[in-house]
C-alpha cells in the first residue's frame, strides 16, 4: 500500500513538472529581451507557473486573463505587484493565492510583464 501510494506520488510530481516546463517554454516564448524577458524569467524561477499559465487557467486564471481584465496603467502595476508579494482572495473566486517570496522590483517586473500579455502572438499559445 505504501509503495503504491509513493508510486502514485511519483507519477503526479512528474505530471506537475511537464506541464511546468510547458509552461515556462510557453512564457520564455512571449519575450525576447530586456525588462519583459526578465518577467519570464521570475515567473519561472520563483514557481509562479506551477499555479498559472500564459493562456490557460490552472490553479489560478491564466496570465492572458489578468492582463485583459486590469488595463496597463502605473496604478496597477503597483496594484498587481502588491497582489503578488502579500497574495489575495476574492478577485478571482474563492481559492486565495498565497504570499510569494519576491523582492518589490521582481514583483513590480512580474507585474508588468503580465500585463504585457494582453494580445499576444497566437505562435506562441501552449495549448495546440
Not at 89 to 104: D, F, H, I, R, Y
Amino acid at each position: 500500500m505504501i509503495y503504491r501510494l509513493l508510486m502514485m506520488g511519483l507519477v503526479l510530481s512528474w505530471g506537475a513538472v511537464q506541464a511546468a516546463d510547458n509552461s515556462a517554454s510557453a512564457a520564455r516564448a512571449f519575450c525576447d529581451s530586456g525588462k519583459l524577458a526578465r518577467g519570464a524569467e521570475i515567473a519561472v524561477f520563483r514557481g509562479c507557473l506551477g499555479c498559472h499559465t500564459v493562456d490557460s487557467k490552472r490553479i489560478g486564471p491564466s496570465y492572458q486573463e489578468i492582463a485583459k481584465k486590469y488595463p496597463h496603467t502605473p496604478d496597477v502595476v503597483a496594484q498587481l505587484a502588491k497582489k503578488i508579494r502579500d497574495g489575495g482572495k476574492g478577485n478571482w473566486g474563492e481559492l486565495s493565492m498565497p504570499a510569494n517570496p519576491v523582492s518589490e522590483a521582481e514583483a513590480q517586473t512580474l507585474a508588468e510583464w503580465v500585463l504585457s500579455l494582453d494580445e499576444p502572438p497566437a505562435r506562441y499559445s501552449s495549448n495546440p
